[in-house]
């Protein structure tokens, strides 16, 4: 059946990032991606924003959905290789993504549309493609 999810890790890791708190999620996302690359994916100027989230702030509106989903595809992809891999995934040209950046689709676009793309291209990363 196309688009099944068969692999329960990452069924685990999407249930993790819809339920567990921000700060659980942005503290994740900066000892895989960094602070500068989670503010960046976040649609923020300053890491002290970042370290806000990390105090329990509350994100802006649109960062949380962001930060969500950089979440479940840094940690899907952390699975499989080190961070530093993970993190050129994210700022480097993708050809899953007619050579855009997964970051800056993340940052700029909608997470529906252009987040879906970036999930997919993450999914494909994994199994090799």
Do not use: C, H
């Not at 300053?46 to 509350?58: A, F, I, N, Q």
């Not at 840094?74 to 050579?99: C, H, I, M, S």
């Amino acid at each position: 059946m196309p688009g099944l999810v068969r692999d329960r890790a990452e069924v685990d890791t999407y249930r993790e990032s819809l339920g567990a708190p921000l700060k659980q999620i942005v503290r994740e996302l900066v000892d895989i991606l960094g602070k500068k690359l989670t503010a960046y994916i976040a649609g923020v100027k300053s890491v002290r924003t970042v370290d806000g989230w990390l105090d329990g702030k509350e994100a802006y509106k649109q960062a949380e959905p962001r930060l969500r989903l950089a979440f479940q595809i840094a940690k899907t992809l952390r699975a499989y290789d080190d961070r530093r891999v993970v993190q050129a995934w994210f700022v480097g040209l993708n050809p899953q993504l007619e050579d855009r950046v997964p970051a800056m689709l993340l940052r700029e676009g909608d997470t529906a549309v252009e987040g879906r793309l970036v999930l997919a291209a993450g999914r494909a990363f994994v199994a090799g493609g």
